[in-house]
């Protein structure tokens, strides 16, 4: 079922807005990180390495603190396998740390770009993100 909903802006400009029940339905939302106001590494400005153009899908569990890559070069994605550490690497990113409010399939980034640390936000459908990996 659709609905088309059109307003008359200044009688001249007409603007149409189309709602679709289905679209509605399959809209999800982002979980929140439950640690995210309990570490300052949500602080961090800079973004890791695009490591892949897909997101990552994950069981997680409710009790359970893990630590997301954010530097892009774990060789355990999504997870954090502490390569950040590696001096000779001189990378900057430190882990995110989170936590899920209840256990279940989640979406992890995995460009390392998101806006929503760990949790994926459609960043990678961006066309520079496309192209960057191969």
């Not at 001249?12 to 106001?37: C, G, H, W, Y």
């Not at 309990?38 to 695009?50: C, F, M, P, R, S």
């Not at 989170?98 to 992890?108: N, Q």
Request: charged fraction near 30%; glycine fraction near 4%; aromatic fraction near 8%.
């Amino acid at each position: 079922m659709s609905i088309i909903l059109r307003l008359n802006l200044r009688s001249s400009l007409m603007l149409q807005v189309r709602f679709n029940s289905k679209d509605a339905a399959s809209a999800k939302t982002i979980p929140k990180n439950l640690l995210e106001d309990k570490q300052t590494a949500v602080l961090q400005k800079e973004n890791g390495a695009i490591f892949d153009k897909r997101p990552f899908k994950i069981s997680l569990d409710k009790d359970k603190t893990y630590s997301w890559c954010l530097c892009g070069k774990s060789k355990s994605q999504p997870l954090c396998d502490g390569m950040h550490k590696n001096e000779f690497l001189k990378i900057k990113q430190r882990p995110i740390r989170f936590k899920v409010e209840k256990t279940g399939d989640y979406w992890l980034c995995n460009c390392k770009q998101t806006s929503h640390r760990p949790f994926c936000d459609g960043t990678h459908k961006q066309p520079h993100i496309q192209t960057a990996v191969k």
